[in-house]
């Protein structure tokens, strides 16, 4: 316990005395947590929309301003000619483009149908998608608008059959893209300083040299882990608390599940992860070498984690990968507990197989460190 | 310039030395491209959901086989009340519920209008919304089936037709962005951090009193990992078009062309950030924590920028992963000449310039 209690001390003076990485430590993820989830916002609007207009009729100015009225679509301007709308494309200036036929209302009339041209810049597939559903929608409602007044009758209400679909959005009523996206930053967040910090650290000692001086000494295996896990441990903690402060106080989300469940979950979590860290810094010889492994499995577990994009709609063998991943079980617990106010037995299974990476990695960590080499 | 190549042998010595590094290097954006396109996915699939049928009906039975056999839905096997849902969504098993009334089925039959209810767990907005609109969709279609669809007359048809990616697929628009991301990352982190262990090291003075010019020191430290990064350059391009099956439409040349100069920005990145650190640890935590972030969030691949506060567009702007993306998206796969991006590669070309000019000014020979 003493031995335990004198490597404390050395870790923290270390700690306390480089002030730029401290400060680092603390404000980097205060202030990336105060941007970032401003900028993550995938709700579409604002679809910029070229429109040619061949007709120049009254039935075509109608249909511009139904589009513009709809508040989901800017005109950019409208053009003369397709290659002049198309061009605006490729400038990325308009998301698509509409173009109205010569003679449209004429033909409508007479001929009792008519055909729009609609064409969309697919690249990101779901903006386009999207944006092609909202026009869509727009073009019925303008439709049918039309075929009202052109024929009363048509419409009568109750001559077809009709299901409404009444929908409820619970746990966030306003569907705030925010109030999801802070929680996932939050576990990241924390994940990142953990993790990187612990990788960095046996393999600071080792480049520098230091580690012999404690090789030599009586310092059993265990108590170095453990004296390298704990400083870093506490750190994490206080980087999620300022997380959670500045979640509250700027977006003010309040976790609606208990803030033991929340604290007693990450602080297993932080087991694993910093036990992840301390395994790839007794396998590196550089600091280079541990940040760039590190750095490779943070990619991957941010991105197959769950924070941008659901690992739901995965392909089975990503499924797998993402279970074996403690970046998704945070960042699920954390939503869970925050906007849910999901309880203990909710997040029990998760709290079991985190449970599961901190033993098996810290072991793994104790005994791939050599004193010998 | 015998000096020079002296140096340069010493630097590519020090990288080819370190295999494990090496093999991350290369296996890093193998990963991502084989992650971005198979596994990542803005579609949402497979969703769970629970139906709680209180008609148990004809109707309701073809309903519900409408929605079980799209690719969107995984229909969970339990039968739970109305005020269970709340404890469904809490364990987190269900994305959705949708209620189905009593009398669904005879208020269809009698009174021509039915109505179901759509629960959808809105901590996540996004899957909230789509699945909503999933289900909204099949109910339309399952509604129209039932109404006769004969002589509505001054019918106005879209004929849609999807630009540049026809099956939407999701890789055309990650492929860009990956392509910015690992370049800027490992460009940026590895001469930063190169530089400043040959500080902490103490062997960079060693190398300031050699009759070599500083400058040299720093530029023979940047080009392995220039040659590095278009290697990566051309990994990445030789998965995406055999793997991933997306062409190259504009000139192949163009795009070598201007990743090397968005290489070179980035390496100057990494010479600026060198410059003003004195450990390795700070280094890094400058080019990881506070690049990779910002990096994929205000690229504009994740989400888009026009969607952002604007004070954030405006600092959007200071990414140079920003207009790379969108010169690689305009050669790749719109097939656009010089012409068309000559505006980002003047900012790009600016900003390195900016940023060369200044670490240069504050380089320092003697250490403290």
Same mark, same amino acid.
Request: hydrophobic letters at 55%; a neutral charge.
């Given at each position: 316990?003493?031995?335990?209690?004198?490597?404390?001390?050395?870790?923290?003076?270390?700690?306390?005395?480089?002030?730029?990485?401290?400060?680092?430590?603390?404000?980097?993820?205060?202030?990336?947590?105060?941007?970032?989830?401003?900028?993550?916002?995938?709700?579409?609007?604002?679809?910029?929309?070229?429109?040619?207009?061949?007709?120049?009729?009254?039935?075509?100015?109608?249909?511009?301003?139904?589009? /513009?009225?709809?508040?989901?679509?800017?005109?950019?301007?409208?053009?003369?000619?397709?290659?002049?709308?198309?061009?605006?494309?490729? @400038?990325?200036?308009?998301?698509?483009?509409?173009?109205?036929?010569?003679?449209?209302?004429?033909?409508?009339?007479?001929?009792?149908?008519?055909?729009?041209?609609?064409?969309?810049?697919?690249?990101?597939?779901?903006?386009?998608?999207?944006?092609?559903?909202?026009?869509?929608?727009?073009?019925?409602?303008?439709?049918?608008?039309?075929?009202?007044?052109?024929?009363? $009758?048509?419409?009568?209400?109750?001559?077809?059959?009709?299901?409404?679909?009444?929908?409820?959005?619970?746990?966030?009523?306003?569907?705030?893209?925010?109030?999801?996206?802070?929680?996932?930053?939050?576990?990241?967040?924390?994940?990142?300083?953990?993790?990187?910090?612990?990788?960095?650290?046996?393999?600071?000692?080792?480049?520098?040299?230091?580690?012999? @001086?404690?090789?030599?000494?009586?310092?059993?295996?265990?108590?170095?882990?453990?004296?390298?896990?704990?400083?870093?441990?506490?750190?994490?903690?206080?980087?999620?608390?300022?997380?959670?402060?500045?979640?509250?106080?700027?977006?003010?989300?309040?976790?609606?599940?208990?803030?033991?469940?929340?604290?007693?979950?990450?602080?297993?979590?932080?087991?694993?992860?910093?036990?992840?860290?301390?395994?790839?810094?007794?396998?590196?010889?550089?600091?280079?070498?541990?940040?760039?492994?590190?750095?490779?499995?943070?990619?991957?577990?941010?991105?197959?984690?769950?924070?941008?994009? $659901?690992?739901?709609?995965?392909?089975?063998?990503?499924?797998?990968?993402?279970?074996?991943?403690?970046?998704?079980?945070?960042?699920?617990?954390?939503?869970?507990?925050?906007?849910?106010?999901?309880?203990?037995?909710?997040?029990?299974?998760?709290?079991?197989?985190?449970?599961?990476?901190?033993?098996?990695?810290?072991?793994?960590?104790?005994?791939?460190?050599?004193?010998?080499? | 310039?015998?000096?020079?190549?002296?140096?340069?042998?010493?630097?590519?010595?020090?990288?080819?030395?370190?295999?494990?590094?090496?093999?991350?290097?290369?296996?890093?954006?193998?990963?991502?491209?084989?992650?971005?396109?198979?596994?990542?996915?803005?579609?949402?699939?497979?969703?769970?959901?629970?139906?709680?049928?209180?008609?148990?009906?004809?109707?309701?039975?073809?309903?519900?086989?409408?929605?079980?056999?799209? @690719?969107?839905?995984?229909?969970?096997?339990?039968?739970?009340?109305?005020?269970?849902?709340?404890?469904?969504?809490?364990?987190?098993?269900?994305?959705?519920?949708?209620?189905?009334?009593?009398?669904?089925?005879?208020?269809?039959?009698? @009174?021509?209008?039915?109505?179901?209810?759509?629960?959808?767990?809105?901590?996540?907005?996004?899957?909230?919304?789509?699945?909503?609109?999933?289900?909204?969709?099949?109910?339309?279609?399952?509604?129209?089936?039932?109404?006769?669809?004969?002589?509505?007359?001054?019918?106005?048809?879209?004929?849609?037709?999807?630009?540049?990616?026809?099956?939407?697929?999701?890789?055309?628009?990650?492929?860009?962005?990956?392509?910015?991301?690992?370049?800027?990352?490992?460009?940026?982190?590895?001469?930063?951090?190169?530089?400043?262990?040959?500080?902490?090291?103490?062997?960079?003075?060693?190398?300031?009193?050699?009759?070599?010019?500083?400058?040299?020191?720093?530029?023979?430290?940047?080009?392995?990992?220039?040659?590095?990064?278009?290697?990566?350059?051309?990994?990445?391009?030789?998965?995406?078009?055999?793997?991933?099956?997306?062409?190259?439409?504009?000139?192949?040349?163009?795009?070598?062309?201007?990743?090397?100069?968005?290489?070179?920005?980035?390496?100057?990145?990494?010479?600026?950030?060198?410059?003003?650190?004195? $450990?390795?640890?700070?280094?890094?935590?400058?080019?990881?924590?506070?690049?990779?972030?910002? /990096?994929?969030?205000?690229?504009?691949?994740?989400?888009?920028?026009?969607?952002?506060?604007?004070?954030?567009?405006?600092? $959007?702007?200071?990414?140079?992963?920003?207009?790379?993306?969108?010169?690689?998206?305009?050669?790749?796969?719109?097939?656009?000449?010089?012409?068309?991006?000559?505006?980002?590669?003047?900012?790009?070309?600016?900003?390195?310039?900016?940023?060369?000019?200044?670490?240069?000014?504050?380089?320092?020979?003697?250490?403290?």
């Amino acid at each position: 316990m003493r031995t335990i209690r004198f490597l404390l001390q050395k870790e923290f003076k270390q700690i306390f005395r480089n002030k730029i990485i401290l400060a680092m430590i603390l404000v980097m993820p205060a202030v990336q947590l105060i941007i970032l989830p401003l900028a993550a916002d995938y709700e579409i609007k604002n679809i910029n929309i070229a429109v040619i207009d061949n007709d120049r009729s009254p039935y075509s100015q109608r249909l511009i301003t139904t589009i /513009t009225a709809s508040g989901y679509f800017r005109l950019t301007g409208v053009n003369s000619s397709y290659d002049e709308a198309f061009g605006l494309i490729e @400038q990325d200036e308009a998301d698509l483009l509409l173009e109205i036929p010569a003679a449209f209302e004429k033909r409508l009339i007479r001929e009792n149908e008519n055909t729009l041209f609609i064409a969309v810049n697919a690249i990101n597939g779901v903006k386009a998608n999207l944006g092609a559903a909202y026009l869509a929608t727009i073009l019925k409602m303008y439709n049918n608008d039309l075929r009202l007044e052109l024929v009363p $009758s048509s419409n009568r209400i109750g001559s077809q059959p009709v299901i409404e679909v009444a929908s409820s959005n619970w746990f966030n009523i306003l569907m705030n893209y925010r109030v999801f996206m802070v929680p996932g930053i939050l576990a990241i967040l924390v994940t990142m300083i953990g993790g990187f910090l612990s990788a960095l650290n046996i393999v600071k000692e080792k480049e520098v040299g230091t580690i012999e @001086q404690i090789n030599v000494t009586p310092i059993r295996k265990h108590h170095f882990i453990l004296g390298k896990l704990i400083p870093f441990w506490v750190l994490g903690n206080i980087v999620f608390t300022i997380g959670l402060l500045i979640s509250w106080l700027i977006y003010g989300i309040v976790p609606l599940g208990s803030l033991l469940v929340l604290y007693g979950f990450v602080a297993v979590y932080l087991l694993s992860v910093l036990g992840l860290g301390l395994l790839v810094s007794t396998i590196c010889e550089t600091q280079q070498q541990a940040m760039f492994i590190m750095f490779f499995f943070m990619m991957i577990f941010i991105l197959l984690g769950g924070l941008f994009t $659901s690992t739901d709609s995965m392909p089975e063998w990503a499924r797998f990968i993402s279970r074996l991943n403690p970046v998704s079980y945070l960042i699920d617990v954390m939503r869970m507990v925050i906007l849910k106010g999901s309880g203990f037995s909710d997040v029990l299974h998760h709290l079991i197989v985190v449970a599961m990476f901190a033993l098996v990695l810290n072991t793994w960590a104790i005994l791939n460190y050599k004193k010998t080499s | 310039m015998k000096q020079f190549i002296t140096f340069l042998k010493k630097e590519f010595a020090h990288v080819l030395r370190d295999r494990k590094t090496l093999l991350i290097l290369f296996g890093m954006p193998v990963a991502q491209i084989l992650i971005f396109g198979f596994a990542l996915t803005n579609e949402v699939k497979n969703a769970n959901i629970v139906v709680v049928d209180y008609a148990k009906d004809e109707s309701s039975q073809k309903l519900l086989a409408k929605i079980e056999a799209s @690719q969107y839905f995984e229909i969970e096997k339990m039968v739970i009340s109305a005020d269970q849902i709340e404890k469904a969504f809490q364990e987190g098993v269900i994305k959705l519920a949708l209620v189905i009334p009593s009398n669904f089925a005879s208020d269809l039959a009698h @009174q021509n209008h039915a109505q179901v209810q759509v629960i959808a767990d809105a901590s996540d907005p996004n899957t909230a919304n789509t699945l909503t609109n999933y289900i909204s969709s099949i109910v339309l279609d399952y509604q129209q089936e039932l109404t006769t669809n004969a002589g509505i007359p001054y019918r106005i048809m879209p004929e849609t037709r999807m630009l540049y990616n026809p099956q939407l697929k999701g890789v055309y628009n990650f492929v860009p962005g990956v392509m910015a991301l690992v370049l800027m990352l490992v460009c940026v982190m590895m001469t930063a951090v190169s530089i400043v262990r040959e500080k902490e090291m103490g062997t960079m003075e060693i190398l300031l009193v050699s009759p070599f010019k500083p400058l040299m020191v720093v530029v023979s430290k940047a080009i392995p990992y220039l040659l590095l990064s278009l290697i990566n350059v051309a990994v990445i391009l030789l998965l995406s078009v055999f793997v991933l099956d997306l062409p190259i439409l504009g000139n192949i040349f163009l795009l070598f062309a201007e990743s090397t100069l968005f290489i070179i920005t980035c390496l100057t990145i990494g010479i600026f950030i060198s410059v003003k650190t004195a $450990s390795q640890q700070v280094a890094m935590l400058i080019s990881l924590m506070g690049m990779m972030l910002p /990096t994929i969030l205000f690229s504009g691949f994740m989400f888009p920028i026009e969607n952002m506060p604007v004070a954030l567009q405006v600092i $959007s702007n200071v990414v140079p992963a920003k207009w790379f993306y969108i010169i690689v998206k305009s050669i790749m796969i719109k097939g656009l000449g010089f012409s068309g991006i000559w505006k980002e590669t003047l900012i790009l070309a600016g900003m390195t310039l900016f940023l060369l000019v200044v670490s240069l000014k504050t380089f320092k020979i003697r250490l403290a």
